[in-house]
């Protein structure tokens, strides 16, 4: 052909546009030299022609150096040049633009673009052509708008050996048709067959038939046009049995088959994804299967991917497996479903109850979008080993008329078909539904379990909602129902029904909704119970799934025999949510009680509910375990047998209402009521039960709880002990081992427990005892014995007077207790606990030990209280003194020498002498002013022995010091009058002498002054204010002070005399703290202090330094006024007051210079030195008396120094400019006493 043909070239390669040639393609390029033009489908929209160049299409040849055997008569070789050349093969007459090769064979077909003469729109392969015969690594295409049809033989024939890769490839975009099989294999072909179909490949018989075992062979099919059969299968590969055979379906389009199944499968590796449709529309055909009897023994893997939208659909099964009954093959079969597999007229969804074998690993995975449902059986039929998962939907129903035949369930088992104990798991997952005209669930054999796990929907519209002839585990986090059906004529409407022995988890709800009718076979009408078992275990919640829910249109839960008879087994159900019969019983269990192993446990956390009864436990020998918080509405009623209540269980606490015992109660015909091991009961109310409250091992506690009839029954060993406590009353008491008898609780521990009748003591007595005279008490109507080898062991604290009784009887106590411990040791310093007997009564008391007060003391003062603290308790108050009682009651820890100083209040002895030390300060000061005043108009160096004392308002004389302030000089014989201020401070501390305790005194105070000279002589008034601070261990003082003074002095040249008086007013505060009793006395009150001072000293200049030696005297006395402390009721002291009188003598040296600093400034540094004595009183002394109880004492202050030495040193700046510093330094030390007191005096001159 030529380009005038109106063939279109390839268009985009090299050489002029032209393709460059692959040798995997559908064709090859004969070098650079292509004669006639050539169209490619993919590029005939542009329309473009070349200039004609030579170019063969690979047909029907091979690239052999020689023609192969079997190639059409057409075919005659053809040299190709380039990289790919070879001999080649043309079919001539045939198809005239077909080319054959021996490598591949492509089908290509241009039809639109084509001029006229050139090709028809489609064509029938002639029958002198044959069937398309394909092997090796042959290609075929058949272009889109192409038809091949095959005629009454198969269209391609897969004739001989395929490669392993690539193999045989057909590539469809048009038609293959035939009114045989469209394409067929011969039965020993292997290696890779790939199909793609774009178009529509539609046959008489078989579309794809595989007519052999395929061993080592793979089947490529990826479609997404049509495949479709008429009286056969789209894919017929039931022979393909090899265990080496591969086949893999890739479908997004539809294939079909109105004649018989859609797919029919055989063994090896199946792979199945399909977005499209797989169907049958013919009666009694599946869509797929895989059902030859050998096939199941060859399969290895079975994997169908069911996409969104992708739709599985047979008239019978959607999808059946099935194997030989005597199989024990392993294959692993997984179908995930994200679209619907169905049943569209009276088969299964998905049929695997035709499995033998026990070995299969089977898997249903069933997506969020899925729908797995039958419109006329079984949505699901199981088989052994199956697991199903579902996110979807798998559903059943009913045909119009049928809802009478008691089938049709969502997901079926069924043991008895096949004569097997079949086991399936179902896990249907939260946004799952699993509904079934029938049941949810159904397991038919007698011997069959289900394992369910629902957190979804799973519902029987007229049955069950999981339903089982035989056993299983059933566990629920979603909704479980079953009901009936009004089209029905019965229906057993259970939300679960296990016919024998099973368990339940509940987490969720499950729900028998109603029921119709007698089934047949059955006398009796239908109910509806939210559970009907066999036996078993029932778990209905937990402590974070309090909600759950158990509910019966009639019964909440009914164990029986699936027909009223004796239940098969025993029962346990524990509750913590809600159990509830609607219209019958919320727990019953029919137990004639023939069969001593038949029993019902029922443990409750929950609610149950029935309108008959809440539980009717029936003969045997039955167990309710009550816990807090669980209720019953309706009666429990434990019928015969030997039944208990127990309350709780290991580790719980439980509260229980005692009225709720008795024959005519809420719990009935219980003749025990006990607990578990290390539980703690409390009971309440009031009660009629007159059976056995055994407790071993474990605690009662009687809330105010009155069981007058009852008898209690303690007992215990070293491990776990029994044990009483609480408020209430029993009609006896018999305690054995190891028992804790403990009235009163945790929150009121001082109780009394009653005895109508007897009781024997045995174990520990835990007594509490508090100082306000509180305690337990136990009380007999009858005798009160004492075992062998009983204890009592006390808790708390005895109070000093108080008499504790802690066992009473109306008649007689028998026995002793063979010792008393602290369960907390207190080990008390002068006191210890007793036991007392007498004939009614057992008592606890303090009592003195040997120890002495005073052998704590350690000091004069603490010798004195611990005398004052003996003469009480040797008084009437001995047991009614707080102080007595708070002092003998101490422990090992306490200080019992810190008590006794805290006690006797030394500070009140103390402060006399810290203000006569204050008195002396002031003296000092006074006579400073004096000094000063003396030496305002001397001479020469020893006008520097005036410097240091205090600010002046007027300037004496001039004198060479003086000038150095630029003084103005008054006349001369005209009086110098002076006005004066001094500021103070002082720090005086004072260590312990070994008796009174350490203090310090912080004071700050002012002087004013005013005096005048007249010649020799200087006489003036002064007045001040002070403010001082004392502290000592644990107390302290205040004290304001306002005193006056008169002062004078005389100088007769190098001798100097001055003198002075003073008087002041304080006013005190004292706060101290008492660690024995907590308490912080406070006192307020007066005192006075007069002070006597003279000094005489006598002046010695020698150079440019003055001396002074000098001599004082005074005399000080201070009374303090009478006091009442308040605030300390117990360790308040009270005083008629003090006083304290001392005089002293000073003898020391002062001594000064000035000296020019330059710049006009006149430096005077000055320091005196002295020693001081003190005679008279120098240990201040009160007496005091306890205001609780009027004992009176005596107690010694501090000390002031008898000897010390008082120094001071200072220095004087005077400015030119008429301005003068003062700072100073007075201190005083001896003794044990010392102090530190600054002056600072500034004056300006104008």
Request: charged share 15%.
């Given at each position: 052909?030529?380009?005038?043909?109106?063939?279109?070239?390839?268009?985009?390669?090299?050489?002029?546009?032209?393709?460059?040639?692959?040798?995997?393609?559908?064709?090859?390029?004969?070098?650079?030299?292509?004669?006639?033009?050539?169209?490619?489908?993919?590029?005939?929209?542009?329309?473009?022609?070349?200039?004609?160049?030579?170019?063969?299409?690979?047909?029907?040849?091979?690239?052999?150096?020689?023609?192969?055997?079997?190639?059409?008569?057409?075919?005659?070789?053809?040299?190709?040049?380039?990289?790919?050349?070879?001999?080649?093969?043309?079919?001539?007459?045939?198809?005239?633009?077909?080319?054959?090769?021996?490598?591949?064979?492509?089908?290509?077909?241009?039809?639109?673009?084509?001029?006229?003469?050139?090709?028809?729109?489609?064509?029938?392969?002639?029958?002198?052509?044959?069937?398309?015969?394909?092997?090796?690594?042959?290609?075929?295409?058949?272009?889109?708008?192409?038809?091949?049809?095959?005629?009454?033989?198969?269209?391609?024939?897969?004739?001989?050996?395929?490669?392993?890769?690539?193999?045989?490839?057909?590539?469809?975009?048009?038609?293959?048709?035939?009114?045989?099989?469209?394409?067929?294999?011969?039965?020993?072909?292997?290696?890779?067959?790939?199909?793609?179909?774009?178009?529509?490949?539609?046959?008489?018989?078989?579309?794809?038939?595989?007519?052999?075992?395929?061993?080592?062979?793979?089947?490529?099919?990826?479609?997404?046009?049509?495949?479709?059969?008429?009286?056969?299968?789209?894919?017929?590969?039931?022979?393909?049995?090899?265990?080496?055979?591969?086949?893999?379906?890739?479908?997004?389009?539809?294939?079909?088959?109105?004649?018989?199944?859609?797919?029919?499968?055989?063994?090896?590796?199946?792979?199945?994804?399909?977005?499209?449709?797989?169907?049958?529309?013919?009666?009694?055909?599946?869509?797929?299967?895989?059902?030859?009897?050998?096939?199941?023994?060859?399969?290895?893997?079975?994997?169908?991917?069911?996409?969104?939208?992708?739709?599985?659909?047979?008239?019978?099964?959607?999808?059946?497996?099935?194997?030989?009954?005597?199989?024990?093959?392993?294959?692993?079969?997984?179908?995930?479903?994200?679209?619907?597999?169905?049943?569209?007229?009276?088969?299964?969804?998905?049929?695997?109850?035709?499995?033998?074998?026990?070995?299969?690993?089977?898997?249903?995975?069933?997506?969020?979008?899925?729908?797995?449902?039958?419109?006329?059986?079984?949505?699901?039929?199981?088989?052994?080993?199956?697991?199903?998962?579902?996110?979807?939907?798998?559903?059943?129903?009913?045909?119009?008329?049928?809802?009478?035949?008691?089938?049709?369930?969502?997901?079926?088992?069924?043991?008895?078909?096949?004569?097997?104990?079949?086991?399936?798991?179902?896990?249907?997952?939260?946004?799952?539904?699993?509904?079934?005209?029938?049941?949810?669930?159904?397991?038919?054999?007698?011997?069959?379990?289900?394992?369910?796990?629902?957190?979804?929907?799973?519902?029987?519209?007229?049955?069950?909602?999981?339903?089982?002839?035989?056993?299983?585990?059933?566990?629920?986090?979603?909704?479980?129902?079953?009901?009936?059906?009004?089209?029905?004529?019965?229906?057993?409407?259970?939300?679960?029904?296990?016919?024998?022995?099973?368990?339940?988890?509940?987490?969720?709800?499950?729900?028998?909704?109603?029921?119709?009718?007698?089934?047949?076979?059955?006398?009796?009408?239908?109910?509806?119970?939210?559970?009907?078992?066999?036996?078993?275990?029932?778990?209905?919640?937990?402590?974070?799934?309090?909600?759950?829910?158990?509910?019966?249109?009639?019964?909440?839960?009914?164990?029986?025999?699936?027909?009223?008879?004796?239940?098969?087994?025993?029962?346990?159900?524990?509750?913590?949510?809600?159990?509830?019969?609607?219209?019958?019983?919320?727990?019953?269990?029919?137990?004639?009680?023939?069969?001593?192993?038949?029993?019902?446990?029922?443990?409750?956390?929950?609610?149950?509910?029935?309108?008959?009864?809440?539980?009717?436990?029936?003969?045997?020998?039955?167990?309710?375990?009550?816990?807090?918080?669980?209720?019953?509405?309706?009666?429990?009623?434990?019928?015969?047998?030997?039944?208990?209540?127990?309350?709780?269980?290991?580790?719980?606490?439980?509260?229980?209402?005692?009225?709720?015992?008795?024959?005519?109660?809420?719990?009935?015909?219980?003749?025990?009521?006990?607990?578990?091991?290390?539980?703690?009961?409390?009971?309440?109310?009031?009660?009629?039960?007159?059976?056995?409250?055994?407790?071993?091992?474990?605690?009662?506690?009687?809330?105010?709880?009155?069981?007058?009839?009852?008898?209690?029954?303690?007992?215990?060993?070293?491990?776990?002990?029994?044990?009483?406590?609480?408020?209430?009353?029993?009609?006896?008491?018999?305690?054995?081992?190891?028992?804790?008898?403990?009235?009163?609780?945790?929150?009121?521990?001082?109780?009394?427990?009653?005895?109508?009748?007897?009781?024997?003591?045995?174990?520990?007595?835990?007594?509490?005892?508090?100082?306000?005279?509180?305690?337990?008490?136990?009380?007999?109507?009858?005798?009160?014995?004492?075992?062998?080898?009983?204890?009592?062991?006390?808790?708390?604290?005895?109070?000093?007077?108080?008499?504790?009784?802690?066992?009473?009887?109306?008649?007689?106590?028998?026995?002793?207790?063979?010792?008393?411990?602290?369960?907390?040791?207190?080990?008390?310093?002068?006191?210890?606990?007793?036991?007392?007997?007498?004939?009614?009564?057992?008592?606890?008391?303090?009592?003195?030990?040997?120890?002495?007060?005073?052998?704590?003391?350690?000091?004069?003062?603490?010798?004195?209280?611990?005398?004052?603290?003996?003469?009480?308790?040797?008084?009437?108050?001995?047991?009614?003194?707080?102080?007595?009682?708070?002092?003998?009651?101490?422990?090992?820890?306490?200080?019992?020498?810190?008590?006794?100083?805290?006690?006797?209040?030394?500070?009140?002895?103390?402060?006399?002498?810290?203000?006569?030390?204050?008195?002396?300060?002031?003296?000092?000061?006074?006579?400073?002013?004096?000094?000063?005043?003396?030496?305002?108009?001397?001479?020469?160096?020893?006008?520097?022995?005036?410097?240091?004392?205090?600010?002046?308002?007027?300037?004496?004389?001039?004198?060479?010091?003086?000038?150095?302030?630029?003084?103005?000089?008054?006349?001369?014989?005209?009086?110098?009058?002076?006005?004066?201020?001094?500021?103070?401070?002082?720090?005086?501390?004072?260590?312990?002498?070994?008796?009174?305790?350490?203090?310090?005194?912080?004071?700050?105070?002012?002087?004013?002054?005013?005096?005048?000279?007249?010649?020799?002589?200087?006489?003036?008034?002064?007045?001040?204010?002070?403010?001082?601070?004392?502290?000592?261990?644990?107390?302290?003082?205040?004290?304001?002070?306002?005193r006056i003074a008169a002062y004078g002095g005389a100088r007769f040249d190098a001798i100097k005399l001055r003198a002075g008086a003073s008087y002041g007013w304080s006013s005190i505060d004292t706060s101290r703290f008492v660690a024995l009793t907590g308490e912080a006395p406070k006192a307020s009150y007066d005192g006075t202090a007069g002070n006597l001072f003279a000094e005489a000293g006598y002046?010695?200049?020698?150079?440019?330094?003055?001396?002074?030696?000098?001599?004082?005297?005074?005399?000080?006395?201070?009374?303090?006024?009478?006091?009442?402390?308040?605030?300390?009721?117990?360790?308040?002291?009270?005083?008629?007051?003090?006083?304290?009188?001392?005089?002293?003598?000073?003898?020391?040296?002062?001594?000064?210079?000035?000296?020019?600093?330059?710049?006009?400034?006149?430096?005077?540094?000055?320091?005196?030195?002295?020693?001081?004595?003190?005679?008279?009183?120098?240990?201040?002394?009160?007496?005091?008396?306890?205001?609780?109880?009027?004992?009176?004492?005596?107690?010694?202050?501090?000390?002031?120094?008898?000897?010390?030495?008082?120094?001071?040193?200072?220095?004087?700046?005077?400015?030119?400019?008429?301005?003068?510093?003062?700072?100073?330094?007075?201190?005083?030390?001896?003794?044990?006493?010392?102090?530190?007191?600054?002056?600072?005096?500034?004056?300006?001159?104008?």
């Amino acid at each position: 052909m030529t380009a005038a043909s109106g063939l279109t070239p390839l268009v985009g390669g090299p050489d002029g546009g032209w393709p460059t040639p692959s040798p995997n393609s559908g064709f090859n390029l004969i070098g650079s030299r292509c004669e006639p033009g050539v169209v490619s489908s993919q590029r005939r929209a542009k329309r473009a022609v070349r200039p004609a160049k030579s170019c063969l299409w690979r047909g029907c040849g091979g690239p052999r150096a020689r023609p192969r055997a079997g190639a059409p008569s057409g075919c005659h070789p053809t040299v190709i040049e380039g990289p790919y050349a070879a001999p080649r093969y043309l079919l001539g007459n045939a198809m005239p633009a077909l080319y054959a090769s021996s490598s591949r064979l492509v089908l290509a077909l241009f039809l639109a673009g084509m001029a006229a003469p050139a090709l028809a729109a489609s064509f029938t392969v002639p029958p002198a052509a044959g069937q398309q015969s394909v092997s090796g690594s042959d290609t075929g295409t058949i272009d889109t708008g192409a038809t091949l049809a095959g005629g009454g033989s198969s269209a391609i024939q897969w004739s001989a050996a395929a490669t392993a890769t690539p193999g045989v490839v057909i590539t469809n975009n048009g038609t293959i048709t035939s009114n045989n099989r469209t394409i067929d294999t011969a039965s020993g072909v292997t290696g890779a067959f790939t199909l793609t179909n774009n178009g529509a490949i539609t046959s008489k018989d078989d579309a794809l038939r595989i007519n052999g075992a395929l061993a080592d062979g793979t089947v490529t099919i990826t479609n997404s046009g049509t495949i479709s059969s008429q009286t056969g299968q789209a894919f017929d590969f039931d022979k393909a049995t090899a265990t080496t055979a591969k086949v893999s379906v890739d479908n997004s389009g539809t294939i079909t088959s109105a004649g018989s199944d859609a797919i029919r499968l055989g063994g090896g590796i199946i792979d199945i994804t399909n977005s499209g449709t797989i169907e049958t529309t013919l009666n009694g055909k599946r869509a797929i299967k895989v059902e030859t009897a050998a096939n199941f023994d060859t399969l290895q893997s079975f994997t169908l991917t069911n996409k969104l939208g992708g739709v599985v659909a047979g008239t019978d099964d959607g999808i059946k497996i099935s194997s030989t009954a005597g199989s024990t093959a392993a294959p692993i079969l997984k179908i995930d479903n994200a679209g619907t597999i169905k049943s569209t007229v009276d088969g299964q969804g998905i049929d695997l109850g035709g499995i033998y074998s026990a070995n299969a690993t089977i898997t249903i995975t069933n997506r969020s979008t899925g729908l797995i449902t039958a419109a006329g059986n079984d949505a699901i039929q199981g088989t052994n080993g199956l697991t199903i998962n579902n996110y979807g939907t798998i559903s059943s129903y009913y045909a119009a008329g049928t809802a009478d035949t008691q089938n049709n369930s969502a997901i079926k088992v069924d043991g008895d078909d096949i004569g097997k104990a079949i086991t399936i798991t179902v896990n249907n997952y939260e946004g799952g539904l699993i509904s079934g005209a029938y049941h949810g669930i159904k397991g038919s054999g007698a011997s069959d379990t289900l394992i369910v796990t629902n957190s979804g929907t799973i519902e029987g519209r007229n049955g069950s909602g999981v339903n089982s002839n035989g056993t299983g585990t059933l566990t629920n986090y979603g909704t479980i129902t079953g009901t009936y059906d009004p089209a029905a004529s019965f229906g057993d409407g259970d939300g679960v029904d296990f016919d024998q022995a099973a368990t339940v988890y509940n987490y969720g709800t499950i729900k028998g909704l109603g029921s119709k009718g007698t089934k047949p076979g059955e006398e009796k009408p239908s109910t509806s119970e939210g559970i009907a078992i066999g036996g078993g275990t029932i778990v209905n919640g937990d402590a974070t799934h309090t909600s759950a829910l158990i509910s019966g249109a009639n019964n909440g839960i009914l164990v029986d025999d699936s027909n009223g008879g004796d239940a098969f087994a025993a029962m346990s159900v524990t509750n913590y949510g809600t159990i509830q019969g609607l219209d019958g019983y919320g727990i019953r269990y029919v137990n004639s009680g023939v069969d001593g192993s038949k029993s019902l446990t029922v443990v409750n956390y929950g609610t149950i509910s029935g309108t008959t009864y809440a539980v009717e436990m029936g003969g045997g020998n039955d167990l309710f375990v009550y816990h807090t918080g669980s209720k019953v509405t309706g009666i429990v009623d434990a019928e015969g047998g030997t039944d208990t209540l127990q309350l709780g269980a290991l580790g719980d606490n439980v509260t229980f209402d005692a009225s709720l015992i008795g024959d005519a109660a809420t719990y009935r015909h219980f003749e025990r009521v006990t607990a578990e091991a290390q539980t703690l009961t409390t009971l309440t109310g009031t009660s009629t039960f007159a059976g056995d409250l055994v407790f071993d091992q474990s605690a009662l506690a009687l809330d105010n709880a009155s069981l007058g009839e009852a008898n209690l029954i303690l007992s215990g060993n070293d491990t776990n002990a029994g044990v009483l406590t609480g408020n209430g009353t029993l009609g006896s008491l018999a305690a054995s081992g190891t028992v804790f008898l403990s009235p009163g609780t945790s929150s009121a521990p001082y109780g009394t427990l009653a005895v109508t009748g007897n009781a024997t003591l045995a174990g520990t007595y835990l007594v509490d005892v508090a100082p306000n005279g509180k305690t337990d008490l136990i009380t007999m109507g009858g005798t009160a014995t004492i075992a062998e080898g009983a204890q009592v062991e006390m808790y708390g604290a005895l109070a000093w007077s108080r008499i504790y009784t802690i066992v009473s009887s109306d008649t007689q106590v028998s026995g002793t207790f063979a010792g008393l411990t602290v369960a907390n040791p207190i080990n008390y310093l002068f006191v210890t606990p007793e036991l007392s007997y007498d004939d009614t009564r057992v008592t606890l008391a303090l009592e003195r030990t040997g120890v002495a007060f005073a052998s704590y003391a350690l000091t004069r003062n603490q010798l004195s209280v611990a005398g004052a603290l003996e003469r009480i308790g040797g008084s009437d108050k001995a047991r009614s003194s707080i102080l007595y009682g708070d002092f003998a009651t101490q422990v090992a820890g306490d200080n019992p020498t810190l008590a006794l100083a805290q006690l006797s209040g030394d500070i009140h002895a103390t402060l006399p002498g810290q203000i006569a030390t204050e008195n002396m300060l002031v003296n000092d000061l006074i006579l400073g002013r004096l000094r000063q005043a003396d030496y305002a108009a001397a001479k020469g160096s020893a006008a520097a022995l005036g410097a240091g004392g205090p600010a002046r308002a007027y300037a004496e004389p001039s004198s060479p010091a003086a000038n150095a302030f630029k003084a103005i000089k008054a006349p001369a014989d005209a009086p110098v009058w002076t006005g004066w201020a001094q500021g103070y401070g002082q720090w005086l501390s004072t260590d312990s002498n070994g008796n009174a305790a350490a203090a310090d005194t912080n004071l700050g105070g002012v002087l004013l002054g005013g005096d005048v000279s007249l010649a020799n002589t200087v006489f003036g008034l002064a007045a001040g204010y002070s403010s001082a601070s004392t502290s000592t261990d644990l107390a302290s003082a205040d004290t304001e002070t306002w005193r006056i003074a008169a002062y004078g002095g005389a100088r007769f040249d190098a001798i100097k005399l001055r003198a002075g008086a003073s008087y002041g007013w304080s006013s005190i505060d004292t706060s101290r703290f008492v660690a024995l009793t907590g308490e912080a006395p406070k006192a307020s009150y007066d005192g006075t202090a007069g002070n006597l001072f003279a000094e005489a000293g006598y002046t010695v200049a020698l150079g440019g330094v003055a001396f002074e030696p000098f001599a004082g005297i005074g005399w000080t006395s201070v009374n303090l006024g009478s006091f009442a402390e308040t605030n300390a009721p117990v360790a308040g002291l009270a005083s008629q007051g003090t006083s304290f009188d001392t005089a002293y003598t000073t003898l020391g040296l002062r001594l000064a210079t000035t000296f020019a600093a330059g710049n006009g400034i006149a430096v005077t540094p000055h320091a005196s030195a002295g020693w001081r004595h003190a005679f008279g009183d120098v240990v201040p002394e009160a007496a005091v008396v306890f205001v609780n109880t009027g004992t009176v004492f005596g107690v010694e202050g501090l000390p002031i120094a008898e000897d010390s030495l008082v120094a001071s040193l200072g220095i004087d700046l005077a400015f030119a400019t008429g301005v003068t510093l003062t700072l100073a330094y007075d201190g005083m030390a001896g003794d044990g006493a010392s102090y530190n007191a600054g002056k600072a005096a500034l004056a300006v001159k104008f």
